[in-house]
């Protein structure tokens, strides 16, 4: 897929002297402000293409501005040529709006420009399309650009996906990364502004363990706006959460001196500056969320000790996992409860939100144990409670749990395996499995986003709901759940009698461990 440097939609320009003229015939004030905005938006348009095109020529010096119109040229026939046109519409007119606050945001930026900042464009480089982002994923292995001599790219990095399943924008990375977080909107601006503003939140990039870095991504565009490094003595163990207002995020540490879990308190609005640390009363604390009451901290220690900068796990005869209630404003212990089986590492979370926990396991013991893989708790329970597994065959899992993805308004819950090459559906009503379905190499597990591509593939009027799961081969499949009053509606359908209807769509990269959606 064929992407670009910079948003490139240029709207019908519109003279000052046609707005007098207009003005004179009695256009109103808003129409009037709605040339006003066109003006603005084609000349920082105008901007962007100017300055993408002359780094453009460094990197090709047969490069026109006739590419340009071209291009856009090409995309105005394609629209008129076609009958599933509202959708193309809607991404141009998204692409304006966001070509609208490119040019505010460099308008306001110029005295920023005095200041010292870091040139991020140094270590990453994005490249995108002008349509809204659903999931935001890892890449373990990005394609290369075959018109560049360089032979020291990075192959990590990040990308935004719509909600066709294509790839919005591609960020390259230093490093291999683990979890994406995207920040929360607080429900009453949701309201008060315009639904895009959901598209310029920040997405936390989290480097994969034991790494001393994070990154703090705009939403819309993958462009990298701050990169954090770890305080002395500690590193990142990959998971991060925000506050459910979205100001503070979450971080799990490790202390390489004492080997303690930490988690680390960093403020979004002064640039993610460190402003606090609790102890994770535990150790090898990996993924953290917050509770729908929006004051605790539910952590999974996995309990293995890692040293500075090292995977090595160093206790395994001997961990101690668990699973952690914390008050998130001064850290006390709230509520602490241990699996039954020691090398019972708790890993990977998910919040229904009835305040049920969903807690993928990954078992450290030997491969002939069988123990329960997908668990859940309540605060105030005793104890863990597995969901179901058929003939208690947990080994089809092979030990490891990847990602757990919960949609709380149908109960259903979506478990991956990369190892055992398979994602599976659980019923929350009934805690037993739905079905699995085989997916090699598959990790990276979110809510499905039903789009009107995809939906005019089924039946709309069933309205199926479903998962998203990404993998290492590159795909990223559709798994839609039928109930069984659905599946009876229409048995000539291909796979319709199959209460889990797989659809995937293949790019050329590698997707890495998680996949969040927006």
Request: with cysteine; aromatic share 6%; glycine share 6%.
């Amino acid at each position: 897929m064929s992407t670009i440097e910079a948003n490139t939609a240029v709207p019908d320009i519109q003279t000052y002297d046609q707005m007098d003229r207009l003005n004179d015939a009695g256009i109103s004030s808003t129409s009037h402000e709605l040339l006003t905005t066109s003006v603005l938006t084609a000349v920082g348009t105008a901007a962007l293409v100017g300055i993408h095109h002359r780094y453009r020529k460094q990197q090709h010096p047969d490069a026109s501005l006739q590419d340009y119109v071209d291009g856009i040229r090409t995309q105005f026939q394609a629209l008129r040529g076609t009958s599933n046109s509202i959708p193309k519409l809607s991404r141009l007119r998204y692409a304006c709006e966001q070509a609208a606050v490119t040019w505010k945001q460099a308008y306001h930026a110029i005295d920023d420009d005095k200041r010292d900042a870091p040139d991020f464009g140094a270590v990453h480089t994005t490249t995108m399309l002008a349509q809204p982002v659903s999931w935001v994923s890892g890449v373990a292995s990005m394609p290369k650009d075959q018109t560049s001599s360089s032979q020291n790219e990075h192959d990590f990095g990040v990308v935004g996906i719509d909600a066709d399943r294509q790839i919005v924008w591609q960020t390259t990375m230093p490093e291999r990364v683990h979890d994406i977080v995207v920040q929360p909107v607080d429900v009453l601006e949701n309201k008060a502004q315009h639904s895009n503003v959901d598209q310029r939140r920040d997405v936390v990039v989290m480097g994969r363990r034991p790494s001393e870095k994070f990154w703090v991504l705009n939403t819309s565009n993958g462009q990298v706006m701050h990169a954090i490094t770890a305080d002395l003595n500690r590193h990142f163990y990959g998971h991060a959460c925000y506050s459910l207002d979205g100001s503070l995020l979450y971080v799990t540490e490790n202390d390489t001196v004492s080997l303690a879990g930490k988690i680390g308190i960093y403020d979004a609005n002064d640039a993610y500056e460190k402003v606090a640390e609790f102890d994770s009363y535990g150790i090898g604390p990996h993924e953290l969320i917050m509770h729908p009451d929006s004051e605790t901290l539910v952590i999974a220690n996995g309990g293995i000790k890692t040293e500075q900068a090292s995977r090595e796990e160093l206790n395994l005869d001997t961990m101690r996992p668990s699973l952690v209630y914390l008050n998130r404003h001064d850290g006390t212990l709230l509520e602490q409860v241990t699996p039954e089986h020691n090398q019972m590492s708790v890993r990977h979370l998910a919040m229904h939100d009835d305040g049920t926990v969903m807690i993928g396991i990954q078992f450290q013991g030997e491969k002939h144990i069988n123990v329960p893989l997908v668990l859940t708790h309540k605060r105030g329970d005793a104890s863990f409670t597995p969901l179901t597994m058929p003939n208690n065959q947990w080994q089809r899992f092979h030990q490891y749990i990847a990602s757990v993805a919960v949609d709380s308004e149908r109960n259903l819950l979506c478990v991956t395996t990369p190892i055992g090459g398979c994602a599976a559906i659980y019923d929350l009503h009934t805690r037993k499995l739905i079905d699995d379905v085989s997916l090699p190499d598959c990790a990276g597990a979110s809510v499905l986003v039903n789009s009107s591509a995809s939906m005019s593939k089924v039946d709309k009027h069933a309205e199926p709901t479903g998962f998203i799961v990404s993998d290492g081969q590159g795909q990223l499949t559709a798994l839609r759940v039928y109930a069984l009053s659905e599946v009876k509606l229409d048995t000539d359908d291909v796979g319709r009698h199959e209460r889990i209807v797989k659809d995937s769509q293949l790019h050329m990269m590698s997707f890495d461990n998680h996949l969040q959606a927006l």
